[in-house]
């Protein structure tokens, strides 16, 4: 069965710090996959997406990039952190195009001060 | 870019009693899903319902879609203290690569 692990669980980070969150999926070849980002009490904004090794798609510009270096992992980076960049960090991914349910990770709380 | 907009934003209703969610959104699609978020964690997909199909069920979740009026509704019956969380609705884009969330509706229930 396919599974998603994302990690760390929380994070608080002084601002000015790098980040690197990290999502691996198993079980499945050739996942798309997302990072979304959700501010407290709020929808979820789509950050990133991937449709496959080395193909990033950005959505919103920002102070984070991401990186997807093998078929099931992707990497949400950024080299200096905001204040404004504090949420809660999802990873989702889904089997491709039409009638396909995402799965989403446990999510990142990454706090900034 | 098109999104979901759920309807009521906060809805808190008596254990038992029945909790319709809806939701709007603005370009053709070619499906429509609708997820659970419990506090703090990960969003668990419920039901996706495609463009051709008007009502899909699962268990006691009862999802419409009505492509005239670009809307869905989320129906859970006897409802359960467990189905407190929030409902997001997402809708894909023209490219079915990648789905925009609604704002959510926030559900309590009272026991």
């Known amino acids: 069965s396919q599974t998603i692990h994302q990690w760390p669980a929380t994070l608080v980070q002084p601002v000015g710090s790098p980040l690197s969150l990290e999502c691996t999926v198993e079980g499945t070849s050739n996942p798309n996959l997302y990072w979304y980002r959700q501010a407290a009490g709020r929808g979820l904004q789509l950050l990133f997406y991937s449709v496959g090794i080395g193909q990033i798609s950005s959505e919103v510009p920002q102070n984070l990039s991401a990186s997807r270096p093998q078929d099931r992992q992707f990497i949400l980076s950024s080299k200096k952190l905001l204040l404004s960049d504090s949420g809660f960090y999802l990873c989702?991914?889904?089997?491709?195009?039409?009638?396909?349910?995402?799965?989403f990770g446990s999510g990142t709380r990454l706090t900034v001060v | 870019s098109q999104q979901g907009e759920e309807d009521p934003q906060a809805l808190s209703i008596q254990e038992g009693e029945n909790a319709t969610m809806n939701c709007s959104y603005k370009t053709s699609i070619n499906n429509l899903q609708w997820y659970r978020q419990n506090s703090g964690r990960g969003l668990v997909h419920l039901i996706l319902i495609r463009s051709n199909e008007r009502e899909k069920h699962s268990g006691r979740l009862r999802v419409t879609l009505d492509t005239s009026k670009k809307s869905s509704s989320l129906l859970i019956t006897a409802s359960r203290a467990a189905d407190t969380a929030s409902y997001f609705c997402?809708?894909?884009?023209?490219?079915?690569?990648?789905?925009?969330f609604g704002s959510g509706t926030r559900l309590s229930i009272r026991p």
């Open positions: 989702a991914w889904s089997g491709g195009r039409f009638n396909y349910g995402y799965t």
């Open positions: 997402a809708t894909d884009d023209s490219s079915a690569s990648k789905i925009i």
